[in-house]
Structure formats: structure tokens, C-alpha cells
């Protein structure tokens, strides 16, 4: 089992930035690959970044390349998501997800086994 805890959202203007954390407990972190989604109201959930278990690989959704940047702390047990240049439509719910024993990346969430509750996320224009 992994439990995931998401911080860090809140209300910033566009053109703003935020830092999201998701802390994990239970099974090694290391072994883990993990993943940032988004979902909007009326929406589905949607693939924004991720990151393989040792860090050497991401991946990320195309309207967030060049703003958006993940990256862990496999000694805190803990993936970021440093959100820069916030536009309006980056407004969602933001979630985190774990892969077990995820070598690689994965952009959908089906691949991933736990999810965190979320935390929102709200640009204004």
C-alpha cells in the first residue's frame, strides 16, 4: 500500500506559480513511479507529468511543456510539481499518482495503482 497526501494549491493569478508536494508513505518510494493529473469540472482526468522510480526520466503533457517541471526527493518520500506561468485553464483539481515497481513513465491513469484526494488548483484571469 502507498498513501498519498497532495499540499500546495491554491488561488494565484495568471502568470503566477505554484509549488505542489505529494508525500507518500507505506512501500518503498524509490520503488515507485509516480505521476501529476488534473481534472476540471465536467472533465475527465487528465495526464500532466510524470516521473520514473530513480528520477532520470519525465514526461510531460504538451500544454505544460516549458512551464510546468516535476521532480522528487526519493529521501523525503515526497514528488513536486513546480507550476510556473499559470494561465487560467491550468484551474483543476491536481492529483498524484503511484505506479508500483514503475520503471518507466506513464501518462495514463490506468496505469497507476493509488491516487491521492487531490487539491485544487485556481488560476485567475
Known amino acids: 500500500q502507498v498513501q498519498l497526501v497532495e499540499s500546495g494549491g491554491g488561488l494565484v493569478q495568471a502568470g503566477g506559480s505554484l509549488r505542489l508536494s505529494c508525500a507518500a508513505s507505506?512501500?518503498?518510494?524509490?520503488?515507485?513511479?509516480m505521476g501529476w493529473f488534473h481534472q476540471a469540472p465536467g472533465k475527465e482526468r487528465e495526464f500532466v507529468a510524470a516521473?520514473?522510480?530513480?528520477?532520470?526520466?519525465?514526461n510531460y503533457a504538451d500544454s505544460v511543456k516549458g512551464r510546468f517541471t516535476i521532480s522528487r526527493d526519493n529521501a523525503k518520500n515526497t514528488v513536486y510539481l513546480q507550476m510556473n506561468s499559470l494561465k487560467p485553464e491550468d484551474t483543476a483539481v491536481y492529483y498524484c499518482?503511484?505506479?508500483?515497481w514503475g520503471r518507466g513513465v506513464y501518462t495514463t491513469p490506468s496505469a497507476y495503482d493509488y491516487w491521492g484526494q487531490g487539491t485544487q488548483v485556481t488560476v485567475s484571469s
Open positions: 499518482a503511484a505506479k508500483h
Open positions: 507505506g512501500r518503498t518510494f524509490s520503488s515507485v513511479a
Open positions: 516521473i520514473s522510480w530513480s528520477g532520470g526520466s519525465t
